[in-house]
């Protein structure tokens, strides 16, 4: 028998899952056998294994943005218009800038998506012979606020600026 317990935690989209299971009870099994899913150790208990493989199936949202990501059947719509974008762009420090926000606007998956917009900036600036930027700690909040002001108010020089002026 089988006991499933998931719970989600509220505003942040994020789940957990556990699994216990007890086998056998009687004559020649073990009785009270418990386990927790490997998954849930595995992967910190956060995300679902089908979280981990394509783009996501659910909506996010984003603690303390007013941005709400593209509905699911809006992000496969999405993705190969974003990858057409960076194909036919010519220049290496637009495809990074564009590359980025767009990325994070959509916002593909449950998890990592900042991480990946942050990969996709460097990909796209390494492509142009540019350096591989950072977004330094102490400009975090300056990058947050221009990326939200992009992404809320449609303005994107902000957040442009801001990464221009990392490129070293």
């Known amino acids: 028998m089988g006991i499933t317990r998931r719970s989600r ?13 007890r086998r056998g009870s009687g004559k020649g099994g073990s009785s009270g056998l418990v386990y927790a899913d490997v998954d849930a150790v595995r ?11 394509g783009y996501r199936t659910g909506q996010v949202y984003i603690r303390g943005s007013q941005h709400i990501p ?11 218009v974003l990858f057409d974008l960076l194909k ?4 290496p ?4 800038v564009l590359g ?5 606007y959509i916002h593909p998956y ?14 796209m600036l390494a492509s142009g012979g540019y350096n591989w930027t950072v977004v330094p700690v102490e400009r975090r909040k300056e990058y947050m606020k221009a990326l939200e002001k992009a992404s809320v108010e449609g303005d994107i020089s902000e ?10």
């Open 70 to 80: 593209l509905n699911p059947k809006a992000v496969r719509d999405a993705m190969p």
């Open 43 to 53: 992967y910190g208990g956060i995300l679902q294994r089908e979280d981990l493989v």
């Open 9 to 21: 935690l509220s505003g942040d989209d994020l789940r957990y899952t556990e699994r216990k299971e």
């Open 93 to 96: 420090a637009v495809r990074a």
């Open 88 to 91: 036919n762009e010519p220049h």
């Open 110 to 123: 449950m998890d990592g998506n900042g991480r990946m917009g942050r990969f996709v900036l460097n990909a």
């Open 159 to 168: 957040f442009a600026k801001v990464i221009t002026s990392l490129v070293k």
């Open 100 to 104: 980025h926000f767009f990325f994070v």
